[in-house]
C-alpha cells in the first residue's frame, strides 16, 4: 500500500470514530450452520479449497538457503517445499516413487533426501540421484519415473504458495497474480523478503476449520470477548474492509489512533496505528503487526467437520541479536497464542457445540461484520453453490 493509500485509511477510520460508526455491508447475512456441520459441504472444501486453490505456505525465508527444505501434510497431501542449490524453490509431492514412502520428514536442511525405506535418493530439485541395486533390479525405471512429482509453486513479494495437487503438464511453476485479485501491491509494500522466521506454533482445535479464520474477520468482539486483553490496545467495532477478489483486507485502528489528531500528516504511520489483516483466501490470515509480520494457516484434520489445526509462523525485521530481543519477541508470540487460543478459540468451541444443538438453521453476520459475509459467500461462490443476496434472504426462525 503506498503512503497516500495508508494517509487515506487511516482518515477513514478517524471518521469512523468520529462518526461512531464503522464499514458496513448493506444488510445482515445469514449463513446456513450446515456450512460448518456438513460431511459432504465438508469434503468438497476439501477437495476445491485445499487441493485446487493455491496456499499460502510460509514467507521466503522460511527457505533461507540452498538445501532449506519445509514438509507439509496439512493440506491432506504430505509436501516437501525446497530451495535448489541454484537458489530456486521448489514443491513436490512428499513421495518416493519407489512404493511411496515419505522421502523428507520434518525441517531443516539437506544436500539430498534419501528415502528411509530402501535408499532411493533424490536431489534438492527433487531429480533421482540414487538407485540401490538399479542395473540389476530396476532396469528401465529411471527413465520412467525420473523424479519427484512437482506441485505448482510461486514465490513472489517474499511470500510462497504452493498448489497440493500437480498441474496436468506437471508445471512446477505457478503465475499468483489472478489469484490475488489486486492484493499484489500491498504485497510488494509490506517488504516481506527483509523478514527472518522468529518462531512456529501448532495449535489442534475441536471446531471447523472456519470458525478458527472467522475470529480474524471482525472487531465487533474485540470490546466482549477481549476485555481484559486487547481492549485498551485495539477500538472495539471499528474497521475499515477493502475486498480483492475472494480476499481481503480488514485494517483495526489500535485505541492510540487519536493521537494522530495531534500529530502532522507527515509523521503518520499505518502499521503503528493499526492492526491489518489480510484473509487471503481461503484459510490464510496474513497480519503486518506494527513491528512483526504473522501469519496464520487454518485447516481441517481428518475430515472432520469438527477438527481443525491452526499453524501460527511469526517473523522478525532482524534476526535476534541478545536474550533481551529474544524475550521482546517471544513474548509477542505468547500474548498472541494466548488471546487467540483461550479466548477466540474458545468461544468457538461452544459455537460448534451449539451448531449441533439444533437450536437454529442460520447464524446472522451483522451490517458491522461485512468480511464474514464476504468471506462466507465466496466460500460459497467457489464451491459452486448459489449465493442469496441478504434483499432476498429470508429469516429461518
Ligand atoms: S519406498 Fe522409498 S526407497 Fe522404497
Ligand atoms: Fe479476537
Known amino acids: ?13 478517524l471518521n469512523y470514530v468520529d462518526a461512531k460508526t464503522t464499514a458496513t455491508a448493506d444488510a445482515p447475512w445469514r449463513n446456513d450452520v450446515t456450512a460448518y456441520t456438513c460431511p459432504e459441504r465438508h469434503a468438497r472444501e476439501e477437495e476445491i479449497l485445499f487441493r485446487k486453490r493455491p496456499l499460502v505456505t510460509g514467507l521466503s ?18 509436501i516437501l517445499t525446497v530451495r535448489g542449490r ?11 516413487r519407489h512404493r511411496g514412502a515419505k522421502v523428507a520428514q520434518g525441517s531443516g536442511s539437506a544436500a539430498a533426501f534419501t528415502c528411509p525405506y530402501h535408499g532411493w535418493t533424490y536431489g534438492s530439485d527433487g531429480m533421482l540421484r540414487g538407485l540401490p541395486e538399479e542395473a540389476v533390479a530396476f532396469p528401465g525405471v529411471r527413465a520412467e519415473r525420473p523424479g519427484l512429482i512437482p506441485l505448482p509453486l510461486a514465490e513472489k513479494y517474499g511470500m510462497v504458495w504452493v498448489v497440493p495437487t500437480p498441474a496436468p503438464n506437471r508445471a512446477a511453476d505457478l503465475d499468483i497474480e489472478p489469484w490475488l485479485d489486486g492484493l499484489g501491491p500491498d504485497l510488494a509494500s509490506w517488504n516481506l523478503d527483509t523478514y527472518h522466521f522468529h518462531d512456529r506454533r501448532v495449535h489442534h482445535e475441536e471446531m471447523n476449520w472456519k470458525l478458527l479464520v472467522d475470529t480474524f474477520h471482525e472487531g465487533y468482539h474485540f470490546g466482549f470477548l477481549h476485555k481484559d486483553s486487547l481492549s485498551g490496545i485495539l477500538l472495539p467495532n471499528v474497521s475499515e474492509f477493502t475486498p480483492f477478489g475472494p480476499n481481503f483486507r480488514i485494517v483495526y485502528p489500535r ?15 499505518l502499521m503503528w496505528n493499526s492492526t491489518i489483516i489480510y484473509s ?3 484459510n490464510t490470515i496474513f497480519s503486518p503487526q506494527g513491528d512483526h509480520m504473522e501469519i496464520y494457516r487454518m485447516f481441517p484434520v481428518d475430515g472432520r467437520t469438527d477438527r481443525a489445526v491452526m499453524e501460527a509462523s511469526f517473523y522478525i525485521p532482524k534476526p535476534v541479536a541478545s536474550a533481551d530481543e529474544k524475550r521482546h519477541w517471544d513474548a509477542n508470540v505468547e500474548l498472541a497464542m494466548k488471546v487467540i487460543t483461550t479466548e477466540d478459540f474458545a468461544a468457538g468451541r461452544t459455537t460448534q457445540i451449539g451448531f449441533g444443538s439444533g437450536a437454529q438453521s442460520h447464524v446472522v453476520y451483522g451490517r458491522n461484520e461485512p468480511a464474514l459475509a464476504h468471506y462466507h459467500k465466496s466460500i460459497r ?17
Open 381 to 397: 461462490r467457489a464451491l459452486g453453490l448459489a449465493v442469496e443476496d441478504a434483499a432476498v434472504q429470508t429469516a429461518a426462525e
Open 1 to 13: 500500500m503506498d503512503r497516500a493509500g495508508q494517509i487515506a485509511l487511516l482518515k477513514t477510520l
Open 86 to 96: 541454484d537458489g530456486k524453490l521448489r514443491a513436490f509431492l512428499n513421495v518416493c
Open 280 to 282: 487471503m483466501f481461503a
Open 255 to 269: 485505541t492510540k489512533l487519536d493521537r494522530l489528531r495531534t500529530t502532522p500528516e507527515s509523521e503518520w504511520d
Open 61 to 78: 525465508c522460511d527457505w533461507p538457503q540452498p538445501g532449506a527444505y519445509r514438509t507439509d501434510d496439512f493440506a491432506g497431501v504430505p
